[in-house]
């Protein structure tokens, strides 16, 4: 009977290992520096999705305060119209006695209209500056928006990244990288937009 013959295989496997580790060694260096990219990428676009939307709320509340104040004008107007009204009616009264009306009531009269046509001017020019700084926000509310998707895009690129850093695919690692790239492309959208 033939004697078995022996072949040195551990010799091999440390080779093939070498091998293995060498070529995967790359492509984790690849994935590592991706990924981290996206990182920074993310934690950037994160701040100007926070940053967007604070000052979007901070015109939302000026635009409030804005409401407020014409809201004010308003009510001073309607005011200022109803002793316009009364004072007319008081003149009424007195020509329907067959008397002169005192010179004081077409005074008074004539300075409610005066205010009344202030206090519109002043309401209108609220409203105009609280509809600029709601306009304003919206902006900002839908730039901010871009911002959080480029942060989804690039977290969801990231948690990619260490998928394949862990199976050592290549194609993971890609589709880590297309979205991330996509992510990167919102980001660009939305800081230049």
Known sequence: MPEEIEIDTDKLRETIDEEIERESGGLLRQIALTTALFA???????????????EALVLKTEATRLQAEASDQWAYYQAKGLKATILEA?????????KAPPDELAADSGRYVEDQKKSREKAEAFEQQRDEKS???????HRHHFFAEAV????????LGAVAALTRR???WIGSSLLGLAGLGLFAFAFVH
Not at 41 to 52: F, Q, V
Not at 135 to 141: C, I, M, Q, T, V
Not at 152 to 159: C, E, H
């Open 90 to 98: 008081q003149k009424n009264t007195w020509a329907a006695a067959g």
């Open 40 to 54: 920074a990428l993310a934690a950037i676009a994160s701040l100007e999705a926070g940053g967007t939307v604070n």
């Open 170 to 172: 290549r194609v993971v």
């Open 152 to 159: 989804a895009l690039l977290q969801v690129s990231i948690a």
């Open 135 to 141: 306009a304003e926000a919206d902006a900002l509310l």
